[in-house]
Structures are given as structure tokens and as C-alpha cells.
């Protein structure tokens, strides 16, 4: 295939996985489900799980194999923006006014799981090396399991916030800010489990880790001091903020990328490093990044629907991914509802505060590409992780509902008795 068919075959897949994200996440929002499901539903039925099973594979006549590279960069492209916007977002003093109850959400709902995960992986490796012979072993896997079951969707939470009407509300507020505690220790550990293993590089961890420690140091003691000094002198260059924003994103990502982490961490670094007005993110800067992430978001969608592959699952990969979801589900339910107890919420607001921290979604299937393309993981354990995203992401509007009718059903009561009690003095 010649260039000039590549690029027309490119433009014709954009167009396709657009339309068809933009349909199914507009269905999955009327099914009362997060945008961001729809679009993941869409890469998936694009891909050899639905698509490729129909006659003729459409899937590798829609996708093939000469086009994957076009549509990955672009992909890649996405998620810098998409984790520069969620650097950017992040707001240190919604971290602070969390207090005690979201640090002791964060610490609960991180560390069980996440050692839940490496012990799942030590005490069953047998059904771990079933599904990956070879694979499910050495330090970077075990870090890797343990961010994998531990780790919170802060973006898909947020939005779920906000759309069940639980923003500026407690167990809104502490649910956001511990899942935002979370998101920054997680990429930490996976950093370190990525470290050292010298699939650009070749260099030692160690050193590695100096280098990163050294560029994250560059980042906010020097860039990020020069360029707020020189945005508030300059109204000229202040007008060309978007491209400065653009330029750091993808400068920040190629450089951990040399370093030998995925770009996607330079894009948070760099969403981090970039100077707010006032304190609060500048809305020149961050709705053109929002809006362009939000537009090509589809494409890494689809690029993980195409190594997704539920058909490749036996026996043992459906006992793993109940094995998974159980240390999944139930290290993070359990933890997150009794350090909101401890911390002084009531039943209702401490089980939303779980359900919502159990939501994983785009994080945990960005953190999962990480590790298939750094090797540490192979695709019927993707595949697996996958399959646990989404049922952890899908559960969270149906265990809300179920939390907020029986909380209703409990205060609609509840006058009831005191009447019955007024009425008869406390007498049956």
C-alpha cells in the first residue's frame, strides 16, 4: 500500500471510530453510564472481539495492518493531551481541604488492594502464569499488579460527580480527592516499576531514576518559575499560551519517552509544570486541551480495542479475572467504606464514597497500554484487565442508584417512627 492510500485509508478509520465512539458514548450517557463506557464499547466492537467475527474479518479490512502505526501516534497524541488536562486540573487545595477523611480514604483504599494484588500474585501465581507463561514474574510485574488492582479513574470519577449531582458535597469531595491522592501515588509506582526495563534505553533502574529525578526537578524549580515570570511580562506571548501548553506536552512526553517511560507521564509533568492564572486553570488553555483530547480519545479506544481479543480467553483466564475482580472489587469496597466510617461519615455517605473510588475506567486502561507496550504484560492478561475495568467501571452507576433508593427509603422512614413514637408515647 502506498503512502498517498495509507493516509486516505487513516482519514476514512478517524472518521468511522469518531462517529461510531460518538454514537455509542450518546447511548451509553441515556443508559445512565458514563460517557466514557460508550467509547470504550466502541473501540471493543470495532475490534476482533465483535467486529473481526463477522464474515469476511471486517476488522483487519477497516484496520490494517499498515495503518496501525498512523492511528497509534495519533492515539498516543490524545492521552499526553488527555493526561496534561489532568495534571493541569489537578488542584493541590481541593488535596488539602479533603482533610483527614480523604488522606485516610487514599491510604486505605490504595494500600490493601495494592497488596492484595501482589500477595494474588504470589500466593496464585499458578493461575497468573497460566494465562501469561513466562510474564508473571520479577519486580516490575509485581508493582505493575499492585498499581493495576489499586488504582483509581480521578477523570471518569469526576464525571460521575458532577452528573449525579454529588459536587460540593462530602462524600463528593472526599471520593475526588482521595481518588486524586491515589492517581498521583499509582503513576508513582508505576514509574518505579517501569524503571530500568531497558526497552528504549538500556539503562540501569538507577540510573534511570536519577535522570527522571533530575528532569522532574528542571521541570518545577526552572521551567515552571520562567515561564509563569515570563507569561505575566509578556501580553504577546501570554495571547499564545495553547501553543506553549502544546509544545511543553509533547516536548515533556518525548523526553520521558527517551528516558524510557511512556510519554504519558511526561504529559501529566507537564500539565503539573504549567503556570494557572490565579491559582485556577486558565480556561484559554485548558478547554481547546480539553476538546482536543475529548475528540481524539476515541482513537486509543480503539487502538486498545484491537489488542483486546475475548475470544483468546479459556478456563484459566476466566478464573483469573474472577480472582482479579474479587481482590479488586473487595480491596477496594471494604477498605475505602470503613476509613470513611472511622473518619466520622455516615453509612450512606461512606458507601458512596467507596462505590465511587471503585471506579477505574480510562486510567486503569491507559496504565494497562503502558504495560503491554513495555512488555511486563501480554495480551490475554490485557485482555483480563480489560474485561476488570470495565465491570468495576460499569458497576458504579447501578450501586449508586441502589445507594441513594435505599438511603431515600431509610429518611422516608425514619419520620415515620417518630411520628408512631410521638403519637404513642414510645408504647408498642
Not at 46 to 63: E, Q, V
Amino acid at each position: 500500500m502506498d503512502t498517498e492510500s495509507l493516509v486516505t485509508v487513516a482519514i476514512g478509520d478517524v472518521a468511522v471510530i469518531v462517529i461510531v465512539s460518538r454514537l455509542l458514548g450518546a447511548l451509553a450517557r441515556r443508559c445512565g453510564q458514563p460517557v466514557v463506557i460508550g467509547q470504550i464499547v466502541a473501540g471493543i466492537a470495532l475490534g476482533p472481539t465483535l467486529l473481526g467475527r463477522l464474515p469476511g474479518d471486517p476488522t483487519s479490512k477497516l484496520f490494517p495492518p499498515e495503518v496501525l502505526p498512523f492511528l497509534t501516534v495519533l492515539s498516543q497524541i490524545a492521552i499526553v493531551i488527555f493526561m496534561f488536562v489532568v495534571g493541569y486540573e489537578m488542584d493541590w487545595r481541593q488535596l488539602r481541604q479533603g482533610g483527614r477523611a480523604a488522606a485516610t480514604v487514599a491510604l486505605c483504599a490504595f494500600l490493601v488492594p495494592a497488596g492484595l494484588g501482589a500477595g494474588a500474585v504470589g500466593v496464585f501465581h499458578g493461575a497468573f502464569d497460566a494465562v501469561q507463561p513466562g510474564h508473571a514474574d520479577g519486580r516490575a510485574f509485581w508493582l505493575f499488579m499492585a498499581v493495576a488492582v489499586s488504582v483509581t479513574a480521578l477523570p471518569v470519577l469526576a464525571a460521575i460527580v458532577r452528573e449525579r449531582g454529588l459536587a460540593g458535597t462530602p462524600e463528593g469531595t472526599v471520593a475526588t480527592t482521595a481518588a486524586g491522592l491515589m492517581d498521583v501515588v499509582a503513576w508513582l509506582v508505576l514509574a518505579a516499576a517501569l524503571a530500568g526495563t531497558g526497552h528504549a534505553t538500556g539503562r540501569s533502574w538507577q540510573l534511570t531514576l536519577l535522570l527522571i529525578a533530575l528532569f522532574v526537578a528542571a521541570l518545577f524549580l526552572a521551567v515552571r518559575p520562567v515561564l509563569g515570570w515570563w507569561l505575566r511580562r509578556s501580553r504577546a506571548l501570554h495571547a499564545h499560551q495553547l501553543t506553549i501548553a502544546l509544545g511543553l506536552a509533547l516536548g515533556s512526553a518525548w523526553v520521558t519517552a527517551e528516558l524510557g517511560l511512556h510519554p504519558v507521564f511526561g504529559g501529566l509533568l507537564a500539565g503539573l509544570t504549567m503556570p494557572r492564572r490565579d491559582g485556577v486553570p486558565d480556561a484559554d488553555v485548558l478547554r481547546p486541551m480539553e476538546q482536543t483530547s475529548d475528540l481524539l480519545l476515541p482513537l486509543f479506544f480503539v487502538t486498545t480495542g484491537l489488542s483486546f481479543n475475548i475470544g483468546s480467553l479459556d478456563g484459566n483466564g476466566g478464573l483469573l479475572l474472577l480472582l482479579i475482580l474479587a481482590v479488586g472489587v473487595i480491596g477496594k469496597l471494604g477498605p475505602a467504606y470503613a476509613a470513611a466510617r472511622i473518619s466520622g461519615m455516615d453509612s450512606y455517605r461512606s458507601a458512596t464514597v467507596a462505590t465511587l473510588v471503585n471506579t477505574r475506567g480510562l486510567t486503569e486502561l491507559i496504565v494497562l497500554n503502558v504495560a503491554l507496550n513495555a512488555g511486563i504484560i501480554g495480551p490475554p492478561l490485557f485482555t483480563v484487565l480489560v474485561l476488570m475495568a470495565l465491570i468495576t467501571t460499569f458497576m458504579t452507576g447501578p450501586l449508586l442508584s441502589l445507594t441513594g433508593r435505599r438511603h431515600k427509603r431509610e429518611t422516608r422512614n425514619t419520620p415515620k417512627k417518630n411520628a408512631v413514637h410521638a403519637l404513642t408515647d414510645g408504647r408498642p
